[in-house]
């Protein structure tokens, strides 16, 4: 039997959320591993720009990536142990977090034109 999708049951801002927040524990400019227990801090968070925002090479819609700076989905997160100590200024991922399969991958990110 396949793996349940979205066995938390995170709603589709948290989802989208922990999407874009895996794909930014990926790029090495801003974040901090912790070898110990596998977190992944998240030193700084893209900012909107008009309608869009820059995460690595792609362009997310600024509507698609509110939930970064909400605090609230942060700490839906957290108690889901998905990430920790999750402040306005950085952003943990537990590896619980940084591998659950959020269904969206690249969803609604496309390649920058700019």
């Known amino acids: 039997m396949p793996?349940?999708?979205?066995?938390l049951k995170l709603n589709k801002l948290q989802l989208r959320t922990l999407a874009l927040a895996q794909i930014?524990?990926?790029?090495?400019?801003?974040?901090?591993?912790?070898?110990e227990t596998g977190d992944i801090t998240l030193l700084q968070l893209p900012h909107a720009?008009?309608?869009?925002?820059?995460?690595?090479?792609?362009?997310?819609?600024?509507?698609d990536a509110s939930g970064l700076t909400n605090p609230a989905v942060w700490k839906a997160l957290e108690r889901k142990d998905l990430a920790c100590n999750a402040t306005h200024l950085t952003i943990t991922l537990t590896p619980l977090g940084q591998a659950y399969e959020t269904g969206l991958g690249d969803r609604f990110l496309?390649?920058?034109s700019h």
Do not use: C
Request: charged share 30%; net charge negative; no cysteine.
């Open 3 to 7: 793996p349940k999708k979205n066995p």
């Open 110 to 112: 496309s390649p920058s």
């Open 49 to 63: 720009h008009g309608d869009h925002m820059h995460i690595g090479e792609f362009v997310v819609s600024a509507r």
């Open 24 to 35: 930014l524990a990926e790029l090495p400019d801003i974040t901090r591993v912790d070898d």
